[in-house]
């Protein structure tokens, strides 16, 4: 696709990182992602992928995606929206209670209807607070995108059912390096 991918994570995950394939690694413990972020040498940014949630980079939204010559890039998407509290539940319910993140999706929904008037005064970067959803499809393609290694899962650790509470400490210990999975032909 010939994109580069900046993350980031803490400091014993650096290597992980870079042997899938990350270009850049900011390491959250030990800077500010927002400052890295500015300074990365791939900065403006076509896509930033959310998975953990927090404000500090949306409220930056305008420097830190394309600029404004190529409107159909720069989007913001996140599965957790602006919530800030590993125990608070993420996704489209933040709407909510964080009236800034409705705000910015209603800015994206005018903003695609009317983008040569209104996006110029409500409009900005694209932002999307979006819903994981499972199905035999998804799974499908998924497998096949394994079988043909093309995508390498990151597992963590394997528990038997019987395991399952401490398969669940190791989750809620924010420790995990990858994918927790409850066995339960064991």
């Keep these: 696709m010939g994109k580069k991918v900046v993350t980031t994570c803490g400091t014993n995950n650096e290597k992980l990182m870079k042997s899938l394939g990350a270009d850049q690694v900011i390491d959250y413990k030990k800077q500010s992602v927002l400052e890295a972020a500015q300074k990365s040498p791939f900065a403006p940014f076509s896509v930033i992928m959310d998975c953990v949630g927090g404000k500090e980079l949306v409220d930056h939204i305008d420097s830190l995606l394309v600029s404004e010559q190529d409107p159909k890039m720069g989007t913001y998407l996140t599965i957790v929206g602006d919530k800030e509290d590993k125990y608070e539940i993420g996704g489209p319910i933040t709407y909510l209670y ?3 993140q409705t705000l910015r999706s209603i800015r994206r929904i005018i903003g695609q209807y009317a983008p040569n008037v209104i996006s ?3 409009g900005g970067k694209r932002y999307f607070c979006i819903v994981l959803t499972a199905s035999c499809e998804k799974l499908n393609v998924a497998m096949e995108l394994f079988q ?3 995508i390498k899962p990151q597992i963590d650790s394997t528990f038997s059912f ?4 401490r398969a669940f400490e190791k989750l809620e210990s924010g420790r995990a390096v ?3 999975v409850i ?3 064991k």
Excluded at 162 to 165: G, N, Q, S
């Design 178 to 180: 990858g994918k927790i």
């Design 162 to 165: 019987e395991d399952a509470k």
């Design 148 to 150: 043909k290694k093309e």
């Design 183 to 185: 066995d339960f032909s």
């Design 98 to 100: 964080y009236p800034k």
């Design 120 to 122: 110029r005064y409500v």
